[in-house]
T-cell receptor, first 110, second 116 residues
């Protein structure tokens, strides 16, 4: 199985919005509404931001939103804050009880 | 929110077996799914597999022949075994809870180094 493709880095200024893409195939992202997004600060465990493509767990800021079109899922961070500087990973069901993560995106706040 | 804590050796010799245990505090492992995920230094996340509390397990196809994940309901734990390790298995290993891919609780992670 291949990792989902994410841009290596995305940057933005405080207050701006940025979008991170997560591209797979019809066998994973495109085939199921089971895409999650995670935030990982350096030296810390990942934190679930989004599940089932668009849903936010309780406690996650509504500045984080997500969507999916075809084989590509997207995470948007609105009103960018310094604390949003972290690595972000998508994950998807890939069929046959198999799951795959994205390659990861480093978000920098300029 | 449950707390997950891994235990196991931080150094494993090449060709030997890596074994980790994850203890769940603040909640029962039933009736949920429990996963192992790893992250080589400076690299991305890799899903290894999951076990349902009943014992049913599923694995990453690329590693399936070397992995075993078991659930121990009596001790509220689940475990990971990786056989025939090489340097490529050096990573921070996380245990996580939640119906995949919605891993909503994570351990702090433990670095396992494969070296002689």
């Amino acid at each position: 199985q291949s990792a989902l493709t994410q841009p290596a880095s995305v940057s933005g200024s405080p207050g701006q919005s940025i979008t991170i893409s997560c591209t797979g195939t019809f066998s994973d992202v495109g085939g199921y509404n089971l895409v999650s997004w995670f935030q990982q600060h350096p030296g810390k465990a990942p934190r679930l931001l989004i599940f089932e493509v668009t849903k936010r767990p309780s406690g996650v800021s509504n500045r984080f939103s997500a969507s999916k079109s075809g084989n590509t899922a997207s995470l948007t961070i609105s009103g960018l804050l310094a604390e949003d500087e972290a690595d972000y990973y998508c994950s998807s069901y890939a069929g046959d009880y198999n799951y795959v993560f994205g390659t990861g995106t480093k978000v920098s706040v300029l | 929110q449950v707390l997950l804590q891994e235990s196991g050796p931080g150094l494993v010799r090449p060709s030997e077996t890596l074994s980790l245990t994850c203890t769940v505090f603040g909640g029962s492992i039933t009736p949920y799914y429990w996963s192992w995920i790893r992250q080589p230094p400076g690299k991305g996340l890799e899903w290894l597999g999951y076990v349902y509390y009943s014992g049913s397990a599923h694995y990453n196809p690329s590693l399936k022949s070397r992995l075993t994940i078991l659930a121990d309901t009596s001790n509220n734990q689940f475990s990971l075994t990786v056989t025939s390790v090489t340097a490529a298995d050096t990573a921070v290993y996380y245990c996580a809870g939640g119906t995949p891919p919605d891993f909503d609780s994570w351990s702090q992670g433990t670095l396992v180094t494969v070296s002689s």
